[in-house]
């Protein structure tokens, strides 16, 4: 039904910045919100920012004024514009979308894009 494909991560020196994407894809279907969240090897997935239907957006304090969540609801699209990226950013990156099929919501996961920060 509904398929995520991330797409910008890569290796950056500390300080850089970074351009995740990720496109939702298929049919039938309509996205409310969609977030971000990483896991770096050994800790649990985390919550780095979400984008809800509305205006209103919410950030780990670890990245706020750093990251920034944006969509293009014309492209089923959301972003994550990294900034001043640090070594402790270092994770896989998955995008959360909730989306609606008929009557119903559905959580879907990206399969992850890595980001790593080089000192």
């Known amino acids: 039904q509904v398929q995520l494909v991330e797409s910008g991560g890569g290796l950056v020196q500390a300080g850089g910045s970074l351009r995740l994407s990720c496109a939702a894809s298929?049919?039938?279907?309509?996205?409310?919100?969609m977030g971000w969240y990483r896991q770096a090897p050994g800790k649990q997935r985390e919550l780095v920012a979400t984008f809800t239907a509305g205006i209103n957006t919410n950030y780990a304090d670890a990245v706020k004024g750093r990251f920034t969540i944006s969509r293009d609801n014309a492209k089923n699209t959301v972003y994550l514009q990294m900034n001043s990226l640090k070594p402790e950013d270092t994770a896989v990156y998955y995008c959360?979308?909730?989306?609606?099929?008929?009557?119903?919501?559905?959580?879907?996961w990206g399969q992850g894009t890595q980001v790593t920060v080089s000192s």
């Open positions: 959360k979308a909730r989306v609606r099929i008929g009557t119903y919501d559905y959580l879907y």
């Open positions: 298929g049919s039938s279907f309509s996205v409310n919100a």
